[in-house]
């Protein structure tokens, strides 16, 4: 009864902004990512009547019972479906960068749950799965899918349309991901309570939804299109979209810190000097740039060398889960 299973982060070019249900998971809108080759997280999972509890030891730490209280109801959902009451006992390894704000609850909760409902021999779809995994984080439900992934939110007030699936693999087509790590303190709002307080308080959420839509069919089209330039250019405004509708939240907030502005003003430095590069930002400080696999080197080289820049990890379109033994 135990199996280790693996999973890559992922970025969203087509951000995930919003819940209708909270306790479900379901989100407000579609969203888009590529699933990065670099960064992943390894879960193994042991069920045993022995166990008196859940357990968690993350990157060889113990963690907190709050910490705990989630991955347990995480895996109620997952021994419901498996008819069973027996305990866990997780074991998570982190492979991303330790800087802060880049520990990945999409990988976190892909693999935890891949790797439990192979342990209780669960036969799970590629959809099932990507049901199972975002009722543990919203994002985890496009990483069990490798290159571009659509998450559609569904229509159904239980969820059970609403799951990712695979756009184009990620052998497909090969786009550069710069991972930009910034000197920064530790962000003051979630993604949790950030995108809720958004919804439930900002003016500017409306011009959010109003406008997803639209910019997920354009994306859709320039993947299928193979057009990087269109690609570049919606992903970057959505991710500015998104960010603006914080600034109408009550109270405010802003993920952005001025090493974030460093990079997005360099960005746009490197477009007027030739270079094809955008810039898309989650919910914290640090900036993933899009670029041509040929030009990634230089713009790497460019980006290293802004002052408030501590690190430039590459990515490109990485798999989905994969399953290991010992
Ligand atoms: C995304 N983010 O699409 C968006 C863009 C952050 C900004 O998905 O509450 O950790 O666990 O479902 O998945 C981060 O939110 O939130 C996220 P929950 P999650 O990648």
């Known amino acids: ?21 909270t306790q479900l998971f379901l989100p ?98 590629g959809t099932e799965l990507s049901a199972l995994a975002r009722q543990g984080s919203g994002s985890a439900s496009r990483s069990i899918f490798g290159g571009f992934v659509e998450w559609q939110k569904g229509e159904k007030t239980d969820g059970t349309d609403s799951f990712a699936t695979q756009i184009l693999d990620e052998k497909a087509w090969d786009i550069s991901v710069l991972s930009v790590v910034v000197e920064a303190g530790p962000k003051s709002v979630s993604s949790r309570d950030g995108m809720q307080r958004t919804v439930e308080t900002s003016p500017f959420y409306a011009g959010w939804l109003a406008t997803v839509a639209e910019d997920l069919q354009q994306m859709k089209e320039a993947i299928n299109a193979r057009d990087f330039t269109k690609l570049g250019e919606i992903a970057e405004a959505n991710a500015m979209k998104m960010h603006a509708t914080t600034l109408g939240a009550k109270p405010p907030f802003l993920y952005w810190q001025s090493a974030t502005l460093d990079v997005m003003q360099q960005v746009m430095e490197l477009r007027q000097q030739g270079l094809e590069a955008y810039f898309t930002i989650d919910a914290g400080p640090n900036v993933k740039v899009l670029c041509k696999p040929e030009q990634e080197h230089i713009i790497k080289e460019k980006l290293a060398a802004v002052a408030s820049v501590r690190d430039v990890v590459v990515c490109h379109p990485g798999p989905g889960i994969q399953y290991l033994s010992e």
């Open 28 to 125: 407000t809108n579609s969203s888009l990512s590529i699933t990065l080759d670099h960064f992943y997280t390894e879960t193994k999972v042991q069920f045993s009547d022995q166990f008196e509890k859940d357990s968690l030891i993350l990157d060889g730490s113990q963690v907190s019972d709050q910490e705990i209280g989630k991955i347990t109801a995480f895996l109620d959902h997952v021994r419901n479906i498996a008819g069973t009451k027996v305990f866990a006992k997780v074991t998570s390894v982190n492979h991303v960068p330790t800087a802060a704000g880049f520990a990945s609850s999409a990988s976190g909760y892909a693999a935890l749950a891949a790797a439990a409902s192979k342990a209780l021999q669960l036969d799970l779809t």
């Open 1 to 21: 009864m135990e199996a280790i299973a693996r999973a890559h982060t992922n970025i969203a070019l087509i951000k995930y902004w919003g819940k209708r249900n």
